[in-house]
């Protein structure tokens, strides 16, 4: 996988010095997909590419997100995108009933590139 940079710099920093927000957030933009902070598959905000990943996580993989919150409790203070981890710690419960019930509506066989978002959400593997 091609990466740009200074992402690829800025990710490998913020995962040594516990910023996960930048981490997050980095790893979002470090394959040069993102312009005026929207990403361009998928034609939204960084941001809410994030959530809607995180609401997927938080469906099909309730263990490894509880784990990652656990990992995301512990991000710096230096952390200059403290509302990254906010988001992705605090879904409402509306969010994740709609999530179920849009997953729940797909064939048996999930479309080709959810699960992959899904593990492009955790930061460690």
């Known amino acids: 996988m091609p990466v740009a940079e200074p992402w690829a710099t800025l ?3 913020a995962i040594r010095d516990n910023r996960f927000g930048d981490a997050i957030w980095a790893r ?5 997909d993102v312009e005026d902070d929207i990403k361009e598959n998928a ?10 990943d ?8 309730p263990e490894e997100y509880a784990m990652a919150l656990s990992l995301y409790a512990k991000t710096s203070s230096n952390d200059g995108r403290t509302d990254v981890p906010e988001i992705v710690c605090n879904l409402s419960e509306s969010d994740i009933a709609r ?3 849009e997953i729940a509506a797909l064939p048996e066989n999930q479309p080709e590139g959810l699960w992959e978002r899904v593990q492009a959400f955790c930061i460690v593997s």
């Open 11 to 13: 990710y490998v920093d």
């Open 28 to 32: 979002y933009n470090i394959i040069g």
């Open 43 to 52: 034609k939204q905000t960084v941001l809410e590419v994030i959530k809607e």
């Open 54 to 61: 995180a609401l997927n996580y938080r469906v099909t993989g």
């Open 99 to 101: 999530t179920k019930a």
